[in-house]
């Protein structure tokens, strides 16, 4: 029997508590976790500030040696910008074939916690939908609706005390390189894309 696989997709910038409360759910529920940081090619951007290797790096601080011998990470580029929702299909089955050729089997659980609706309109009434269950938790339920935007915020407003109480200690040792790097962007961001 191949093992159970949870599989989590975030941008994680950068990774904060309930980023963490997710991952900890797919490690209690399945043999093994894949988690998708998504947007691997953008950077320097208001939503997308930080580099991919740094996200990881930050991630994989946060769980000791035994838990992450069952996670794997992966990147996956944007093919597009988050406001364009009408290739929402499309993007589920680039999303679906590419955890299912890092994962090597068609069924997984996926973690999620934004409005579900969202999952719908990316599996439902396609090929894939039969192979993935939801695992959806509210967002507002979760730290307070804790989002990587409010803690970008927090960067911007050097609120250390707002970072240590909802970032892992990953994030909250970097706080000055963080925040410094952040009002940079902020300065001359670079717009955001789709791939041509």
């Avoid at 309930?18 to 529920?29: G, M, N, R, S």
Wanted: with cysteine; net charge negative.
């Amino acid at each position: 029997m191949s093992d159970t696989y949870g599989v989590f997709l975030a941008r994680m910038q950068p990774v904060h508590n309930a980023h963490l409360f997710l991952v900890e759910k797919a490690l209690e529920e399945n043999d093994k976790v894949f988690i998708m940081l998504g947007s691997e090619n953008k950077l320097d951007m208001l939503r997308n500030p930080f580099d991919i290797s740094l996200r990881e790096r930050m991630l994989r601080e946060c769980f000791d040696e035994k838990q992450n011998r069952r996670i794997k990470v992966d990147t996956l580029p944007d093919w597009s910008m988050e406001s364009d929702l009408e290739g929402a299909k499309i993007w589920g089955r680039y999303f679906y074939y590419n955890v299912v050729s890092r994962i090597g089997q068609k069924r997984f659980s996926l973690y999620y916690s934004d409005n579900p609706q969202i999952l719908d309109s990316w599996f439902l009434d396609t090929e894939v939908y039969s192979f993935i269950r939801y695992r959806n938790f509210e967002r507002n339920c979760i730290f307070e609706g804790l989002s990587s935007t409010k803690i970008r915020k927090a960067f911007m407003e050097r609120d250390l005390a707002y970072i240590i109480r909802y970032c892992p200690q990953s994030v909250v040792n970097r706080f000055e390189y963080l925040s410094s790097y952040y009002k940079e962007v902020t300065e001359d961001p670079k717009e955001d894309f789709s791939m041509e």
